[in-house]
């Protein structure tokens, strides 16, 4: 079954706006990562966060983990028509080197 | 390094035909996943290799699915026979074994459409 849950499934802002999505699972974690998926194209690693990590930053991007609540959210500050792209975030159990289970992630759509 | 390159990009194939995708994996990734990505299921986990051991195939829908990977450098995911449900994008991915907390790197997929 699917470990992770995105939402929304789809959101559209205006370029400049921040757009936040977030994400859910069921099982404890060693860690959490977001992935972006152009059309057409495969996912590319963005972001990761540990099981101890409550906030993580890279560049636009702010991750956020709160572990109590088995959730997750990805804020992409001052968006540009070039961030349109499905996000996944993916988890890692905490038993150990096990594979990425991903949600269905959410589309964005960002408009000029 | 080129990445994961996997072949071949589109595949149109009659029900009932052989499939087969390929998949060369970053050069040192001990790790190789197969997903399989539709709308309506999303990304599912089909097997995943160690050391070119496959260690977890539960999620190989089929026995008409199997993976091989006889060297560190090339994989193979068939389906024989193939049916129009197993329309969808296939993923390989490789990840070195430097511990849970490293990142996946994925291919460019290989879109299949069974007629």
């Known amino acids: 079954s699917q470990q992770g849950e995105e939402d929304p499934q789809a959101l559209s802002i205006q370029e400049g706006e921040n757009a936040t999505m977030n994400c859910s699972y069921k099982?404890?974690?060693?860690?959490l990562q977001w992935y972006r998926q152009n059309s057409g194209r495969g996912l590319v690693h963005l972001i990761l966060i540990r099981s101890n990590e409550r906030e993580k930053h890279s560049g636009r991007l702010r991750v956020t983990l709160d572990t109590s609540k088995k959730s997750s959210s990805l804020l992409i500050t001052a968006s540009r028509a070039a961030d349109t792209a499905s996000y996944f975030c993916?988890?890692?159990?905490?038993?150990?080197?096990?594979?990425?289970?991903f949600g269905k992630g959410t589309r964005l759509s960002v408009i000029a | 390094d080129a990445g994961v390159i996997q072949s071949p990009r589109h595949e149109v194939t009659e029900m009932g035909q052989e499939v087969t995708l390929r998949c060369k994996p970053i050069s040192g990734h001990d790790y190789l996943f197969w997903y399989r990505q539709t709308m309506m299921r999303g990304l599912e986990l089909l097997i995943y290799f160690n050391n070119n051991v496959p260690i977890d195939d539960s999620g190989m829908p089929e026995d008409r699915f199997s993976a091989k990977m006889p060297n560190a450098s090339f994989s193979t995911l068939k389906i024989q026979p193939s049916e129009p449900r197993d329309s969808a994008v296939y993923f390989c991915a490789s990840r070195p074994s430097t511990g849970p907390n490293t990142e996946a790197f994925f291919g460019q997929g290989t879109r299949l459409t069974v007629v």
């Open positions: 099982t404890s974690i060693n860690n």
């Open positions: 993916a988890t890692v159990r905490n038993s150990g080197n096990t594979p990425l289970v």
